[in-house]
């Protein structure tokens, strides 16, 4: 029996330390718009806080969120320091163009921290841009057979996931 998927990502939520550099980063070189900023009043953990919650839209409808508290103390308290790793990320898809032109406007904006690479990975070419959070973001451009490689990997999804689990850790990614 089959469930029903959720529609699409509504935000994706962080914590940020500056709003205004955020908004720099996101809106002018990134080109996502600032569509939303809501200041708020509420209890949160036992204890009522001021923050302000940015959104920058994509044009799907969804969003990437940005929080940040009045009290540095809430802040410290609900900061999202989390052990660095590249595989963790916010992956977008965009079409070549874009991907080219964020290059670009990040190489231009000079956000040494940002760490701006491309890799290939076969099924999707992905450009990595790390933000003023170190919040990683991809930019993922679909290699030009996507649906024929989408339906191969849904097809042996579970196979696959056997196989790894069994042991198995050959490479099924022939589009490399």
């Known amino acids: 029996m089959s469930q029903p998927l959720p529609l699409r990502l509504h935000h994706h939520a962080w914590i940020t330390d500056d709003q205004e550099a955020n ?5 002018d070189v990134i080109g996502l718009p600032l569509v939303a900023t809501w200041t708020e009043r509420e209890v949160l953990s036992g ?3 001021a923050y302000s ?5 994509m044009a799907d409808g969804s969003a990437l969120a940005f929080f940040q508290f009045a ?3 809430d802040q410290e308290e609900f900061k999202t320091d989390l052990n660095y790793t590249p595989l963790r ?7 070549k163009e874009t991907q080219e032109a964020i290059l670009k406007r990040v190489d ?4 040494a921290d940002a760490n701006a690479h491309v890799l290939d990975h076969g099924f999707c070419v992905s450009l990595y841009v790390t933000d003023p959070n170190g ?9 030009p057979d996507v649906k024929q490689i989408d339906a191969e990997r849904r097809a042996t999804a579970h196979a696959d996931l056997a196989r790894w689990l069994a042991g198995d850790h050959t490479s099924n990614n022939h589009w490399r």
């Open 135 to 143: 919040l990683i973001l991809e930019f993922a451009v679909d290699h």
């Open 71 to 73: 009290d540095p103390k």
């Open 23 to 27: 908004r720099h980063f996101y809106e």
């Open 108 to 111: 231009a904006a000079g956000h």
């Open 89 to 95: 990320h916010i992956a977008l898809k965009v079409e």
């Open 53 to 57: 919650h940015a959104l920058y839209g």
């Open 47 to 49: 204890a009522e806080r």
